[in-house]
């Protein structure tokens, strides 16, 4: 999902962050020479997310650094399993700790999540997608655990896609003056991007099923009954999504009434860190 220039330029970022000038505790202490192994040990049971991240993060700040590989992004993990080893100087095992084990318990915490949503979906054809409530700067790497997790990506941001909410609506001047001006815009600049039109009650919906001219319909804070006629209504004519303070207690109840995806941005902005420490050997 995310380019390797692209993590560089994140690491590059990352590190001058939290090293500064230097990281005199270590320095004052360790000598420039010594050598050592840590390893990378879970201590609660989840998905585990950011391997490959890990393995970039100890590559660009000491190349010598070698890693022995137990465990693979998207496995299940529980408490006492070992991830991985990593062996070479000291000082560059202390340097890198604290930033990869953010990355990587941030990551591990959204897979774990997301896995708990795509299990409850099992025997349904509905998705769980995630959403732009992502962490600044992290969204990719929150995105790319989605997706280790068994979710789907909705968008990666506001460039690959069309999605009218209900803001772009009002100030439009409502859902037909929205969609004819996203179509026209998609054909004037050459854009072939899906178009997506969040409605908020059956007024609306009947509209987008009068004009037409999308590629989904978000269904946005409609009750089970109310959803479950909509997507009578829809009759396979357009995707739909529901969003709007979906849970998982509830989630199965909107996934019977046959939408293709339920959208939770619980996936991503409130995820609870997956416990892990790099402990020496």
């Given amino acids: ?6 993590l560089q330029e994140l690491i590059r970022y990352w590190f001058a962050e939290d090293i500064g000038d230097g990281d005199h505790t270590s320095l004052s202490c360790i000598p420039a020479e010594a050598r050592g192994k840590s390893r990378l040990i879970i201590k609660e ?4 997310a950011g391997v490959e991240v890990a393995k970039e993060i100890f590559k660009a700040f000491d ?7 137990f465990l693979h992004d998207g496995d299940d993990v529980k408490a006492g399993d070992i991830a991985f080893e990593v062996e070479g100087r000291v000082l560059s095992l202390l340097q890198t700790e604290r930033l990869m084990l953010n990355i990587m318990q941030r990551m591990s915490g959204v897979a774990t999540v997301t896995r708990r949503y795509a299990e409850r979906l099992k025997g349904y054809h509905t998705k769980v997608l995630d959403t732009r409530k992502t962490t600044p700067g992290l969204r990719l790497l929150e995105k790319q655990a989605v997706k280790l997790g068994g979710g789907v990506n909705h968008r990666i941001g506001l460039f690959d896609m069309i999605l009218l909410k209900d803001n772009h609506v009002d100030f439009a001047g409502g859902i037909a003056n929205a969609i004819q001006r996203a179509r026209n815009y ?3 600049k050459g854009k072939n991007l899906k178009i997506e039109i969040e409605v908020r009650n059956f007024d609306e919906l ?7 001219g999308v590629d989904r319909i978000m269904l946005d804070n409609f009750s089970v009954p109310d959803t ?10 357009f995707e739909t999504e529901s969003s709007g303070g979906i849970t998982l207690d509830t989630l199965t109840d909107y996934a019977a009434c ?8 619980a996936l991503t902005h409130s ?3 997956l416990d892990m420490s790099f402990k020496a050997v």
């Fill in 228 to 237: 479950k006629k909509a997507v009578e209504l829809i009759a396979g004519r």
């Fill in 271 to 273: 995820v609870k860190s």
């Fill in 1 to 6: 999902m995310f380019d390797n220039d692209h």
């Fill in 206 to 212: 009947q509209q987008v099923l009068e004009l037409g």
């Fill in 258 to 265: 046959g939408v293709d995806y339920i959208s939770v941005g």
């Fill in 186 to 188: 998609c054909r004037e």
């Fill in 45 to 48: 049971d989840g998905v585990l």
């Fill in 63 to 69: 190349p010598d650094l070698k890693m022995t590989q």
